[in-house]
């Protein structure tokens, strides 16, 4: 029923910014939804990076806070992740996942490719 599809993803300097985009089609509840970017770097598991909850408080991982930004706008259907201040350790495949708060009902996107290299 939910389709999530990232975008936004390249390669960029040490230092450089990028924006992520999620949209999420086939379904029309995306406000209901606990939005949350994951990430999975080469020889390690994956990790939560960001999370929004439906009524837009926002939490991140101690590595990039202060550098990424977690938005949404549900008009749109969409989730953001503003990265800045990029790191090579930053490189990883970035996941978009919804989480409906009820078991067994959750998407994950196909990710996206974000390498920081100088």
């Known amino acids: 029923q939910g389709q999530l599809v990232e975008s936004g993803g390249g390669l960029v300097q040490p230092g450089g910014s990028l924006r992520l985009s999620c949209a999420v089609s086939g379904n029309n509840f995306f406000s209901l939804y606990t939005m949350g970017w994951f990430r999975q770097a080469p020889g390690k598991q994956r990790e939560m990076v960001a999370q929004i909850t439906t009524t837009d408080d926002t939490r991140y991982s101690d590595s990039v806070k202060g550098r990424f930004t977690i938005s949404r706008d549900n008009a749109k259907n969409i989730l953001y992740l503003q990265m800045n201040s990029l790191k090579v350790a930053d490189t990883a495949v970035y996941y978009c996942?919804?989480?409906?708060?009820?078991?067994?009902?959750?998407?994950w996107g196909q990710g996206t490719q974000v390498t920081v290299s100088s």
């Open positions: 996942n919804a989480d409906s708060g009820v078991t067994g009902i959750g998407y």
